[in-house]
């Protein structure tokens, strides 16, 4: 039905930047809502977060706004996720994930579709 494939992370120092993109094939539907999530080690996968793909609304975490941007191209079928000012504390797998709805959840349990996740390493 749905496939999703992150790529984009990497190591780097504190206060820099990375790019992620998940590329979602298979169907899809402008009622799709998709988002970010990332898991540390010994933690629950926590929202970061989300667009609708119908109207580009967006959704942050606290801890992420202002520094982290959500967008997507709808001809390519690809949603990133712009990581700047980076944090020790933001080390995590990060995830993309979709769901059938035309608004976005903020629990990982709410998505149906999850990329296999790219992990992003931030050091002091």
């Known amino acids: 039905q749905v496939q999703l494939v992150e790529s984009g992370g990497g190591l780097v120092q504190a206060g820099g930047s990375l790019r992620l993109s998940c590329a979602i094939s298979?169907?899809?539907?402008?009622?799709?809502?998709t988002a970010w999530f990332r898991q540390a080690p010994g933690k629950d996968r926590e929202f970061v977060a989300a667009i609708t793909w119908r109207g580009g609304t967006t959704y942050y975490a606290d801890s992420v706004k202002g520094r982290f941007t959500i967008s997507r191209d709808n001809p390519k079928n690809t949603m990133y996720l712009q990581l700047n000012s980076l944090k020790p504390e933001d080390t995590a797998v990060y995830y993309c994930?979709?769901?059938?709805?035309?608004?976005?959840?903020?629990?990982?349990?709410?998505?149906?579709?999850w990329g296999q996740g790219t992990q992003v390493i931030v050091s002091s």
């Open positions: 994930a979709a769901r059938f709805d035309v608004a976005p959840a903020y629990t990982a349990g709410s998505y149906t579709y």
């Open positions: 298979g169907r899809t539907f402008s009622s799709y809502a």
